[in-house]
């Protein structure tokens, strides 16, 4: 038995919404004693990044609320009850940028386990096909083409501050180095 696990003694669910349920658990720690561990739960979701057969990379511009800013994302969605992964990766890249491919895993990323258990699924999407674009209809959002050596300067100078976009565009880089 590890010494640093957490046992959950009680769970409560404040709240239920559409995409996230906010948590407030007791917990017994390592050395006996009690804690509260506040979180949200989320379902995970899965990202793809598009790479053509000329080096450059597909992400999507879009205003994040949050934030209430512009950033530049690859494809990504939540996964639906009981859809695998790569499911929800190929949904999202024909959505987002209209494009199909083949699509394979590159990692499974923990976005902030500070206070949420979301997954994210990501995977790279090559031999791309075009299609049409078709963004759920409360989505709004811009294809931007950008040479991967372009984007990989972006990620390492700090431009793009989406933690599975950095994730997928260095996985790639470094994997595809590698041979």
């Known amino acids: 038995m590890d010494k ?14 559409k995409i996230i349920n906010l948590r407030v658990d007791d917990v017994s720690l390592p050395n006996g ?10 379902r ?9 057969n000329q080096g450059n990379a597909y992400l ?25 992964p790569i499911t ?12 199909t491919g083949n699509v394979t895993p590159c990692g499974v990323l923990y976005p902030t386990p500070g206070y949420t258990n979301e997954k994210l699924y ?14 759920d209809e409360d989505e709004f959002i811009e294809v931007v083409k950008v040479p991967m050596s372009e984007l990989i300067e972006w990620v390492t ?16 880089a470094y994997t595809s180095k590698k041979g």
Not at 90 to 95: A, F, T
């Open 157 to 172: 100078e700090g431009k793009i501050k989406d933690a599975k976009t950095a994730y997928a565009v260095l996985r790639y």
């Open 122 to 135: 990501i995977f790279i999407a090559t031999d791309l096909r075009k299609g049409d674009v078709c963004p």
């Open 4 to 17: 640093l696990i957490e046992k959950e003694v009680t769970a409560h669910t404040l709240y239920s919404g």
């Open 88 to 99: 929800t990766a190929i949904r999202e890249l024909k959505e987002e940028t209209g494009f």
């Open 60 to 84: 999507v511009k879009q205003f994040r609320y949050p934030y209430r800013e512009l950033l530049l994302e690859i494809p990504a969605g939540k996964l639906e009850d009981g859809e695998p």
């Open 33 to 42: 004693n009690g804690a509260i561990r506040e979180y949200v739960e989320h």
């Open 44 to 52: 995970g979701g899965a990202a793809v990044l598009p790479i053509d």
